[in-house]
């Protein structure tokens, strides 16, 4: 594994730099998706305001499961006063880097997402047929997203690899001849092989994607692509979770909190697709080539 890459004085952490690609390719991916679809909305700005408040969401939702605990780290946050912002500056950013709670996010990003839709209403549309013609427009790209930004957790070694194996493909958690990997879990011995369960996310996130990606290219009712989605990604999740080291905690000690939370998105998505299989669908001309697309010809 590679949890920093040493450039020179820089000190690159990995899992960071894949989150950043991933937020690109997502990008790139809506940006297509809205062009071909005749909407001129902004895919970086969307994108933009959409990780923001995933960010913050994750924060939230991680510091109002404790109260008290989110006042004592207040209080040593303003502890250095007014007469010292550069301390207290510091001190917030040491408090901001860890504890973020997943689902904090996914609620905030998926409810600024929305928000965009309603703001850009792609294809003259308005209100709620706004937002979930935005939803549809982001599935493709969340799914590239999620497929990219998992490989960041298998450079920095942070837990979601799979169990030993001696397939010729598994890879070793290993930083040098001693330092293991971060994770509570370890491969055992240390030393053995694992199965790189990001990659198989990411194979199956691309799959999906290129699915999703044909999908949108038909007329379909508004949210039903995003129901597809849902029930896709959560199989997927669903099924890695098997070879993967997270503990079984639910049902008799049979499923992970993650395969729990990923028949949820499979029951809520399958909901959705039948809620909205009667919704208008959308017909969109993709947006005229501006000047600089049209080939100069002789």
């Known amino acids: 594994m590679y949890p920093y890459l040493n450039l020179g004085f820089a000190h690159v952490g990995t899992f960071g730099l894949m989150l950043?690609?991933?937020?690109?390719?997502?990008?790139?991916?809506?940006?297509?998706?809205?062009?071909?679809?005749?909407?001129?909305?902004?895919?970086?700005?969307?994108?933009?305001?959409?990780?923001?408040?995933?960010?913050?969401?994750?924060?939230?939702?991680?510091?109002?499961?404790?109260?008290?605990?989110?006042?004592a780290a207040w209080r040593d946050i303003i502890a250095p006063g007014i007469h010292h912002p550069t301390e207290v500056l510091f001190n917030f950013l040491h408090w901001f880097q860890a504890g973020f709670a997943w689902y904090g996010g996914l609620l905030?990003?998926?409810?600024?997402?929305?928000?965009?839709?309603?703001?850009?209403?792609?294809?003259?549309?308005?209100?709620?047929?706004?937002?979930?013609?935005?939803?549809?427009?982001?599935?493709?790209?969340?799914?590239?997203?999620?497929?990219?930004?998992?490989?960041?957790?298998?450079?920095?070694?942070?837990?979601?690899?799979?169990?030993?194996?001696?397939?010729?493909?598994?890879?070793?958690?290993m930083h040098g001849l001693t330092e293991y990997t971060r994770a509570l879990v370890l491969p055992n011995p240390p030393t053995a092989a694992v199965q790189p369960t990001p990659v198989y996310e990411l194979l199956f996130a691309l799959a999906v994607a290129g699915w999703l990606w044909k999908r949108a290219s038909k007329p379909l009712p508004l949210g039903f692509l995003t129901g597809e989605y849902l029930v896709l990604s959560g199989i997927g999740r669903f099924l890695v979770e098997f070879v993967r080291i997270n503990p079984r905690i639910y049902f008799g000690h049979t499923m992970s909190n993650a395969q729990v939370a990923a028949l949820g998105s499979v029951l809520f998505g399958a909901a959705m697709m039948f809620l909205t299989r009667r919704n208008e669908a959308v017909v969109s001309q993709p947006l005229p080539k501006t000047p600089k697309d049209v080939p100069a010809t002789a």
């Open 108 to 173: 905030a990003g998926v409810a600024m997402l929305m928000y965009q839709g309603v703001l850009a209403k792609p294809n003259g549309l308005t209100g709620s047929r706004a937002a979930l013609r935005m939803l549809d427009f982001a599935a493709p790209a969340a799914a590239v997203g999620y497929g990219v930004g998992r490989i960041g957790c298998l450079l920095s070694g942070d837990g979601d690899y799979g169990i030993n194996t001696t397939l010729p493909w598994g890879v070793h958690m």
């Open 20 to 71: 950043w690609l991933a937020a690109v390719c997502g990008t790139v991916v809506l940006h297509k998706n809205l062009v071909r679809n005749g909407s001129d909305a902004d895919a970086l700005s969307i994108v933009t305001m959409v990780v923001l408040a995933g960010i913050v969401g994750a924060k939230l939702w991680h510091e109002l499961q404790s109260i008290p605990d989110m006042a």
